[in-house]
């Protein structure tokens, strides 16, 4: 395995989930499962469902924590049993706790994409030998109550064959076996291992809920917590990636070269493309093209509604996107343009295109539009 793979789990610069203390924002998915323990309805799969970075995965290591931590509820406490549990939280101190933080808890395994033992790059897909491996888990002795854990992040991940396998252990689920899958996009998944599962629906925080994430995590974005919350759309983990990578500073190059539109700044736009060309720049050009949709729906909703975002994410934004985009027949052009430029640039990526080339390509599209 390289050395430099990291975990696809884990936001890079960040916290594991693991790692995570408290999880934020999330009291309605909290409830709903400890009121589905507390009756005894435990569902033998959950899946935890909504958009990347706002807690599915610390929602997931927490009900694996509290599960394997707690015992039973015999739902009968009339003489003098514990009360049921109010809160999925474990003392950070309690054996269960310690072992799942130094990765030997032997009652919870963690399914993610693994390197390829031939390139020692990571796979882009979970396989199916990732989902066998877990018949021999489900198999082992059972501790510390008998409960067993898998946690799969992120089944949207799952090839075919792997999503084939996984469904056969839904359908004979192990004995005091729980699977909490983790998805950004269900419909991805079979329907078949959908009907299956139990789903929690995870919301995007509000700006407060975010600040305390990030604070959380060690993170400081004070001076830009509302620039970080328009762009991440609610996401922690986003605003994260952003605050890490230095998307404001991209961003703001974004806008910029929209400012000097139709013209186009060439000497800021070639910056731009050959920051991103260099080499292990690969998150930033990913991120470089993640800002550059952004813009341009911000861009069509501007057009479309008559009005520029509330909120402005770089220096002069409003000003710039009301003048690219002063009807509603300019909206839809840079919606048209924003489908089409980024699919190209999807493909691009895809086949391993100059990075430079690929950034200027797109540039020179929207300038055709802005023209």
Known sequence: MADD??????????PHPRETATLIGQDAAQVAFLDAFNTGRLHHAWMLTGPRGIGKATLAWSIARFLLATPDNDGDDMFGGSPPPTSLQIDPEHPVSRRIAAGAEPGLVSVTRTPNEKTGRLRDQIVVDDIRKLSGFFQMSATDGGRRVVIIDAADDMNTQAANAL?????EPPERATLILITHQPSRLLPTIRSRCRTLRLGTLNGAQMQNAMTQADVDIDANAAALAELSGGSVGEAMRLSLLGGLQIYTEVIGILGSLPQMDRARTLRLAEAAAQRGAEAKLDLLFSLLE?????????GATGQPPAVEAAPNEAAILSRLAQTPHQGRAWADISQEAMERARHGRAVNLDPAALVLDTIFKIQGTAA
Request: proline content about 8%; glycine content about 4%; charged content about 30%.
């Open 167 to 171: 469904l056969k252990m839904l359908e």
């Open 5 to 14: 793979i990291h975990e696809p789990d884990r936001v890079p610069g960040a």
């Open 294 to 302: 952004i813009a341009l729906a911000r861009l069509a909703r501007t």
